[in-house]
């Protein structure tokens, strides 16, 4: 019997020792990790500050350019109606903000109630057959 309390002695000197390891790896590793985490976060959230003013940059300088796009596709599209409307001249908004007039310049496209009128009046012959 003494060969197994000695065994026996010796298997809970094992695991007491093996507990006590565990219990300091445990309690200093995870204090190491959670030391070093704080570190880490300040570090991360000082990254995401600087990614967030970055982005706000890129946001606002689309927003400006999305301002700049509508204007030029104001003017296109005032453009395109004036045209539309068969006026003789053609009024140009130039980017240094001056005029500029080309009178005349989409006169010579008849739209099709003047070609209409000038087939019956014979003034236009048409490749039509």
């Known amino acids: ?3 197994k309390k000695t065994a026996l002695r010796y298997g809970l000197g094992a695991l007491t ?16 990790s959670a030391a070093g985490s704080t570190t880490g976060t ?10 967030n003013a970055q982005l706000r940059a890129t946001v606002e300088q689309m927003q400006q350019r ?8 104001e003017a296109a599209n005032a453009t ?16 240094d903000g001056s005029e500029l007039t080309v009178p ?9 109630d003047q070609r209409h009128e000038a087939r019956e009046h014979g003034q236009f012959e048409s490749s039509e057959g």
Request: charged share 15%; hydrophobic share 50%.
């Open 17 to 32: 020792v093996a507990a006590f390891a565990l219990a300091l790896f445990l309690a200093f590793g995870r204090g190491a």
């Open 66 to 73: 999305e301002a700049q796009y509508r204007q030029q596709i």
């Open 104 to 112: 005349g310049l989409f006169g010579f496209f008849p739209g099709e």
């Open 80 to 95: 395109i109606e004036q045209f539309s409307a068969g006026n003789a001249g053609l009024q140009l908004q130039l980017p």
């Open 42 to 51: 300040a570090a991360n959230a000082t990254v995401l500050e600087q990614e």
């Open 1 to 3: 019997m003494d060969k």
